[in-house]
């Protein structure tokens, strides 16, 4: 019997089906005593590389209204177009400075949100 080319086997495995190529593993599994998950010692490395992702940074943060500046009327027209609140609801949240515009959002959307409020000409942070 000749030796088929890995392009050869992989030609051959495309004309199966699913169902045909799970069979087909299984029995291979079986045949060599191996198993087509993945070893642990991959799942292990993985792992350190989700926490080193958390600990960069949070993945959510608040954004709080310090100071509504010198342009209040630009200062609620902007909070109003953030939060979605209308325009007497916007007013008693930018007149109870400091106090949270948005909380538990992504710190881009935070950063984001910073930008229009500071342009308005109110002081923010981002906690």
């Known amino acids: ?18 169902l045909e190529l799970n069979d087909l593993v299984k029995a291979v599994e079986e045949e060599f005593g191996v198993s087509a998950a993945a070893p642990v010692g991959v799942a292990v490395a993985a792992a350190p590389e989700e926490e080193e992702g958390a600990a ?16 209040k009327v630009a200062v609620i027209k902007a909070v ?17 400075a ?3 515009i948005k909380e538990n959002i992504s710190p881009v959307e935070a950063e984001e949100h910073k930008k229009a409020l500071v342009a308005a000409g109110a002081e923010v942070d981002i906690k």
């Open 98 to 100: 400091p106090c949270p």
């Open 80 to 96: 109003q177009a953030i939060t979605g609140l209308g325009l007497m609801d916007a007013k008693k949240l930018v007149d109870g």
């Open 56 to 71: 960069k940074g949070p993945t959510e943060v608040s954004l709080i209204l310090t100071a509504c500046g010198q342009q």
């Open 1 to 18: 019997m000749a030796k088929l080319t890995k392009e050869e086997i992989i030609a051959s495995l495309k004309e199966y089906t699913i």
